[in-house]
C-alpha cells in the first residue's frame, strides 16, 4: 500500500512569506501551519530559554486579538491549536472544520504582523511564571529529567547553539526584558523568515487571495541575521560520562552519540538501526535485555534529527532492581557493536521498513501532520517535495548502509553515557541540582 | 507600531460542509460476535480492534491486576507461535498488535495497511482465542509490572494519582486499587489466574469486532466469519455492578511529603459518574468551561492570570461505574496554598451562579465543531464505536451526540455543577514539600485536619519487598481505549512523552490544562 502522493503549490508572496497549498478533501478539516525559521539555536548566552517564552508570548494578543483570545476563538470555532519550540524552529498550527480557514489565516497574520501593539509587561511576566512551571513540570519534578540537559551539553561544545536545551534556564528566564521580546520579534518575525502550509479541505485560489489579504501588508525584515557557523566535528572524540544521583527507584543508563545532521542519508539507515535495535518486541535490545537476560526494565533507541552540526542519536537501558548497571551498560553496547561490525539481516531490515511504511501511512493521513512536514522540510531544507521522497529513501537503505552507519557513529571516542542512580538514602531534599542551570 | 494597512476585522465563518458520522454496519455472528465496520474511502490505513466487555472492575480484590497483566499476556506467545515469531509475522505485514485492558474492557487492536487486513486479522484471532499464557512470560510481565510500581511512587504525577483514587474510594472498590493492580495482588499472580480471567472473560457474546478504513464490509464479514464463527461463547452471566463507594463524606487534607519537591502535584475531588448518565451531555458542557477548554475558568485563572501552574484542568473519567470527577495541576511549591483556595472558589462559583452566555456558546461551539476532527482518520472513528459497544450504548449515540450539546442550557450546567461537584465533601490530595507549605496549609484551614504521609526514600527498598497497597496506577490513563472515546471535551490525563523526544509546547497537549 504506497503512501498517497501529496499534490501541492509552493510560492511566494512579494513580501517573501512562502505560502504552500494542498488540497484534500476527504474530511471537512483543514489545517493552517505556520514555521518559522527561529529556534533555541539562535539564543545567544544568558538568554537561553527565551525563543519558547516567546512562542508563548505569540498567544498573549496582538493588535485586533485579545490574550489568550486566539485559542478561545479558536475552540469556539470547533478547531484544535498549538504551538512548539524545538533547536531548529518555532511552529504554530491550527486544524478548523474547513468552514473557518479564513480565521485562522488572519489570527496568525494578525500576530506576525501586529504582536508589539499589544505587548505587555504583565503579560510577559505571567509566561514566564507559567514557562518556568512548565520547566518544573517537565523536567525538574520528574524522574531522570535531567537527561537532555546533560546530554547535550555533553555532546556539544560549550559555544555551540546546541549546547543548551531549548526549555532554557531558571534565571535566564528571569532576565528576559520587553526590548528582549521587541528586539525577537523585530528580528525573526517577519514573512520572509515564515513558511505558511495549508492542507485539507480548500479551494488553493482562495487560500491565495487570504494569504495575500491578511499578511501581504506585513513588511519583510531585509536584514535577516544569517546564522553563525555551526559546523563541528563528526565525533566527539572521546568517550564523555557523568554519573547523576536522582530521586529514582532504578538506576538507568543513558548512552548518547554525534550523528549526521537530517538530510544525511547516514541518519535515515541511522533511523532504521534504531528501529531495529529498540523499536519493539522483536528488537535486539529488548530481545536480549528485556526478555532473554532479564536486565532491564525498558530498552530505547531513537534520533533526534537536528540540521547544524550534527544530530543527535540516543537510547537507554532502565536497570532491574538488583542487577549490575556495569553489566546493562555492556550488553547494551555490544549490541550496538554488533550492529557496527556486522550487517543486519534482510529479513530484520524488511521488518523494520514495513512497520515505517505504516507509520508514514498513518501519520500522513492527518491534514495537521502533512502541513507540518510541507513547512518542516520547506523550512529546513528549501524542498517541501520531501513529503514524497523522503519515505522512499529510507526504504532503499540497504543492509550495509545500516551497518556503516552503525560504524560511523556507536564509537566508544563519540560517546556520552549518563548513568542515574539512586539518591543515597540520606540524601533526600537535594533537588537542587535540578535548580542549576547547565 | 501601527496595524499598517492589516485587516482588523475578524473574518466571518463560511458555508458549514455538512458532516455526519461516516455510516456503520452492523451485523451479528452466529455466536454473538458483533461486526462494527466503517467505510472509509481514501483511507489505506486500516484500525481494527476486538473490544471484550471484561475490566479491571469485574475482578475480585485479590486478583487485582489479573485482567491487565492477562491482556499483556495475550501477545507473549500462542499455541501455535512465540511471542518473538508473533512479533515477526505481525512486523512483516507493517502492523503491531496492542493488547491492553481498562476498567471496562480488554481490547486487542491494530493498525494494518489495507492490502493485508485479512492476515492481520487472523493474527489478532490467534492471540485473543489461542493465548499460551507460558509460565516463563507470566513471571516476567508480573516481575515487569512490580517494578513498574516502584517506579510510580518516584513520579510525584504518578504518585499523586494513586493517592488521590485510594483516598476517594473505600476500600472495597476496585477504583481504591490501579487497574493493573497493587504489589501485593499483583505478587501473587499466576500463568493460571490469567489463564482463567481468559477462561471467563473472553467470549464472542460480549465482545465486538470494530474495523475502520478503506474496506468492504462484506470482504469483512466474511473474514470475520472464516476467523471467529467456531469461536463458542462460554456462557458468562451479567456484569454486577461496580462498587464504587466514596471514601469522601467530607472535606479532608492528605499530604505525601516529598522534601525538595519544586512543584506540589494538586488533586481535588471525589467519586464522580458513571459513563451511563442521563447528565452526559450537560456534563460535557460544563466540564468544558470548567476544566477543559484552554479558556476554561481553571486555567484562565490558575495559569494565564496567576502564573501558578503550566496548566490546571478538571474533568469526569466516566466508566462503567461512578469514576472519579478530578480537579488539578501541578503548581510551584510556594503558590500551593493560594491555588488551593482557588480551585475551591472556582468549584463553589460554577454552583454558584449561572456560566455566561458567553461561556456557554464557546463550550457548545467547541464540542460540537470539533467533532469532524476527532474522526478524521479510521483509529479514534474505531475507538469511539467501540467505547459505544463497552458500555451499550445505542447505535445512534454519535448521531445524537450534537443535537443534544446544542440543547444544553446555562440552567442544564449550573444544575449539573450543583449536583455533581462536591467541594465541601472532596478528598485534597497533595504530592509536595510539606516543609514548605505546611504552616500556610494549617492557617488556610480548607479543613478539619491534615494528614501527612511520608514515603520512604525510592531505592531503599528491596525490589519485591515493597509490598504496599498504596501503589501506583499502570498509566496515567488507565482506561484501554474503547474508554472514554466516545466523549469529545471530557479531558482526558494522558501523560505527554517523556521530556526530549517533544518540543515545548505552549499548550499541554491537544490544549487541555495538565
Not at chain 1, 524522574?143 to 559555544?159: A, M, Q
Not at chain 1, 546493562?328 to 550487517?343: G, P, S
Not at chain 2, 469486532?209 to 473474514?223: M, N, Q, S, T
Not at chain 2, 472558589?345 to 458567553?358: C, G, N, S, W
Given at each position: ?37 527561529v529556534g533555541s539555536k539562535h539564543e545567544v548566552e544568558g538568554k537561553t530559554g527565551f525563543a519558547h517564552l ?30 512548539t519550540t524545538w533547536l531548529d524552529r518555532t ?43 512548565e520547566k518544573?513540570?517537565s523536567y525538574d519534578?520528574r524522574?531522570y529529567g535531567t537527561w537532555n540537559e546533560k546530554l547535550l551539553g555533553h555532546l556539544f561544545p560549550h559555544e555551540h547553539p546546541y549546547h543548551h536545551p531549548t526549555i532554557g534556564s531558571m534565571e535566564d528566564l ?53 546564522l553563525p557557523d555551526m559546523s563541528l566535528p563528526a565525533i566527539i572524540g572521546e568517550e564523555r560520562r557523568e554519573v547523576v544521583?536522582d ?5 538507568r543508563v543513558y548512552v548518547g552519540f554525534r550523528a549526521p545532521v537530517f538530510?544525511?542519508?547516514?541518519l535515515?539507515?541511522l533511523?532504521?538501526?534504531a ?25 530505547a533507541v531513537f534520533t533526534l534529527p537536528f540540521i547544524g552540526g550534527a544530530s543527535v542519536c540516543v537510547g537507554w ?92 557513529v556507536?564509537?566508544?571516542?563519540n560517546r556520552v553515557v549518563l548513568t542515574y ?12 541540582e535540578h535548580e542549576v542551570a547547565a | ?496 512523552a517523556d521530556p526530549g523526544d517533544d518540543p515545548d ?10
Amino acid at each position: 500500500m504506497p503512501v498517497p502522493v501529496v499534490e501541492f503549490s509552493d510560492e511566494r508572496l512579494a513580501n517573501g512569506l512562502r505560502l504552500i497549498v494542498a488540497q484534500d478533501h476527504l474530511a471537512p478539516v483543514v489545517a493552517v501551519n505556520v514555521w518559522y525559521n527561529v529556534g533555541s539555536k539562535h539564543e545567544v548566552e544568558g538568554k537561553t530559554g527565551f525563543a519558547h517564552l516567546f512562542e508563548h508570548v505569540m498567544f498573549q494578543g496582538s493588535a485586533n486579538v485579545g490574550k489568550a483570545e486566539h485559542m478561545a476563538l479558536v475552540q469556539a470555532a470547533g478547531g484544535t491549536l498549538n504551538g512548539t519550540t524545538w533547536l531548529d524552529r518555532t511552529n504554530y498550527f491550527e486544524t478548523l472544520p474547513s468552514h473557518q480557514l479564513e480565521l485562522a489565516i488572519w489570527l496568525e497574520a494578525d500576530r506576525m504582523g501586529t504582536l508589539l501593539d499589544a505587548l505587555s509587561q504583565e503579560n510577559l511576566d505571567n509566561q514566564r511564571e507559567v514557562v518556568k512551571n512548565e520547566k518544573r513540570w517537565s523536567y525538574d519534578n520528574r524522574p531522570y529529567g535531567t537527561w537532555n540537559e546533560k546530554l547535550l551539553g555533553h555532546l556539544f561544545p560549550h559555544e555551540h547553539p546546541y549546547h543548551h536545551p531549548t526549555i532554557g534556564s531558571m534565571e535566564d528566564l528571569d532576565a528576559a526584558s520587553l526590548d528582549d521580546v521587541k528586539d525577537f520579534f523585530r528580528t525573526w518575525y517577519a514573512p520572509n523568515n515564515a513558511v505558511l502550509s495549508v492542507v485539507g479541505d480548500c479551494d488553493p485560489a482562495q487560500v491565495r487571495a487570504w494569504a495575500e489579504r491578511y499578511f501581504g501588508p506585513i513588511p519583510a525584515n531585509p536584514a535577516l541575521p544569517p546564522l553563525p557557523d555551526m559546523s563541528l566535528p563528526a565525533i566527539i572524540g572521546e568517550e564523555r560520562r557523568e554519573v547523576v544521583e536522582d530521586r529514582v527507584p532504578l538506576s538507568r543508563v543513558y548512552v548518547g552519540f554525534r550523528a549526521p545532521v537530517f538530510g544525511d542519508r547516514r541518519l535515515d539507515a541511522l533511523d532504521l538501526a534504531a528501529q531495529l535495535l529498540a523499536g519493539g518486541k522483536g528488537s535486539r535490545l529488548h530481545r536480549r535485555l528485556v526478555r532473554e537476560e532479564r536486565l532491564a526494565q525498558d530498552v530505547a533507541v531513537f534520533t533526534l534529527p537536528f540540521i547544524g552540526g550534527a544530530s543527535v542519536c540516543v537510547g537507554w537501558a532502565t536497570v532491574r532492581p538488583g542487577v549490575d548497571v556495569a553489566a546493562v551498560e555492556a550488553a547494551y553496547l555490544e549490541e550496538l557493536e554488533k550492529l557496527a561490525a556486522e550487517a543486519p539481516t534482510d529479513d530484520e531490515l524488511a521488518r523494520a521498513k514495513a512497520l515505517t511504511e505504516a507509520d508514514e501511512l498513518g501519520a500522513l493521513a492527518r491534514v495537521e501532520e502533512r502541513a507540518d512536514r510541507l513547512s518542516m522540510y520547506a523550512t529546513l531544507f528549501d524542498d517541501p517535495g520531501l513529503v514524497n521522497t523522503l519515505l522512499q529513501r529510507y526504504l532503499s537503505v540497504t543492509t550495509e548502509q545500516i551497518r556503516d552507519a552503525a560504524r560511523t557513529v556507536f564509537r566508544a571516542d563519540n560517546r556520552v553515557v549518563l548513568t542515574y542512580v539512586p539518591m543515597p538514602a540520606d540524601g533526600a531534599g537535594t533537588d537542587a541540582e535540578h535548580e542549576v542551570a547547565a | 507600531m501601527s496595524a499598517r494597512g492589516l485587516i482588523m476585522e475578524r473574518p466571518v465563518p463560511g458555508q458549514p460542509r455538512p458532516y455526519e458520522f461516516p455510516p456503520t454496519e452492523r451485523t451479528t455472528l452466529g455466536n454473538g460476535l458483533r461486526v462494527i465496520v466503517t467505510p472509509m474511502p481514501g483511507r489505506g490505513l486500516i484500525a481494527a480492534s476486538l473490544a471484550i466487555r471484561a475490566g479491571a472492575s469485574d475482578e475480585p480484590h485479590e486478583l487485582g491486576g489479573a485482567t491487565v497483566l492477562a491482556a499483556r499476556a495475550l501477545t507473549e506467545g500462542t499455541e501455535v507461535r512465540d511471542a518473538i515469531e508473533l512479533t515477526e509475522a505481525a512486523e512483516r505485514l507493517g502492523a503491531s498488535i496492542h493488547a491492553e485492558a481498562g476498567w471496562d474492557a480488554t481490547s486487542v487492536g491494530l493498525d494494518v495497511p489495507a492490502t493485508r487486513l485479512e492476515p492481520a486479522l487472523a493474527l489478532l484471532a490467534e492471540v485473543v482465542r489461542r493465548p499460551a499464557f507460558p509460565p516463563s512470560e507470566v513471571e516476567r510481565l508480573r516481575d515487569e509490572r512490580l517494578t513498574d510500581l516502584l517506579q510510580a511512587k518516584a513520579d510525584p504525577r504518578r504518585r499523586a494519582d494513586e493517592a488521590y483514587v485510594s483516598s476517594i474510594y473505600g476500600e472495597a472498590s476496585p477504583y481504591h486499587r490501579p487497574a493493573g493492580g497493587t504489589a501485593e495482588t499483583v505478587g501473587r499472580l499466576t500463568a493460571d489466574d490469567l489463564r482463567a480471567v481468559h477462561g471467563r472473560a473472553y467470549s464472542p457474546d460480549r465482545a465486538a469486532l470494530v474495523v475502520a478504513g478503506d474496506v468492504d464490509p462484506a470482504e469483512v464479514a466474511r473474514i470475520a466469519e472464516a476467523l471467529f464463527g467456531d469461536w463458542a461463547a462460554v456462557g458468562v452471566g451479567d456484569r454486577g455492578a461496580v462498587d464504587d463507594t466514596s471514601a469522601v463524606d467530607r472535606r479532608f487534607v492528605r499530604v505525601i511529603h516529598r522534601p525538595g519537591a519544586v512543584q506540589t502535584e494538586i488533586r481535588i475531588g471525589h467519586p464522580g459518574l458513571p459513563r451511563l448518565h442521563p447528565d452526559f451531555h450537560a456534563l460535557s458542557v460544563m466540564s468544558a468551561i470548567l476544566g477543559g477548554l484552554f479558556n476554561s475558568r481553571l486555567n484562565m485563572n490558575l495559569r494565564e492570570e496567576k502564573g501558578y501552574t503550566y496548566g490546571a484542568g478538571a474533568g469526569f473519567d466516566l466508566r462503567r461505574g461512578r469514576g472519579p470527577f478530578t480537579a488539578r495541576a501541578a503548581v510551584n511549591t510556594e503558590a500551593t496554598v493560594p491555588a488551593l483556595s482557588e480551585f475551591l472558589a472556582e468549584l463553589d462559583r460554577i454552583r454558584q451562579a449561572p456560566v455566561t452566555d458567553a461561556e456557554l456558546a464557546a463550550a457548545r461551539d467547541y464540542l460540537v465543531g470539533v467533532f469532524p476532527l476527532r474522526f478524521e482518520t479510521p483509529g479514534p472513528v474505531a475507538g469511539s464505536l467501540a467505547g459505544l459497544f463497552v458500555h451499550d450504548l445505542p447505535d445512534d449515540e454519535l448521531a445524537r451526540y450534537r443535537p443534544a450539546i446544542e440543547a444544553v442550557t446555562a440552567d442544564d450546567v449550573q444544575r449539573v455543577a450543583r449536583e455533581h461537584i462536591r467541594p465541601d465533601a472532596a478528598a485534597i490530595v497533595l504530592v509536595g514539600d510539606h516543609d514548605q507549605f505546611g504552616a500556610a496549609l494549617e492557617t488556610a484551614a480548607f479543613a478539619a485536619a491534615v494528614e501527612v504521609i511520608r514515603d520512604e526514600t525510592p531505592g531503599t527498598k528491596g525490589p519485591l519487598g515493597a509490598a504496599d497497597d498504596e501503589v501506583g496506577p499502570v498509566d496515567g490513563r488507565e482506561g484501554g481505549p474503547a474508554d472514554g472515546a466516545d466523549d469529545p471535551g471530557l479531558p482526558g490525563t494522558d501523560e505527554p512523552a517523556d521530556p526530549g523526544d517533544d518540543p515545548d509546547a505552549v499548550l499541554d497537549g491537544d490544549g487541555h490544562g495538565a
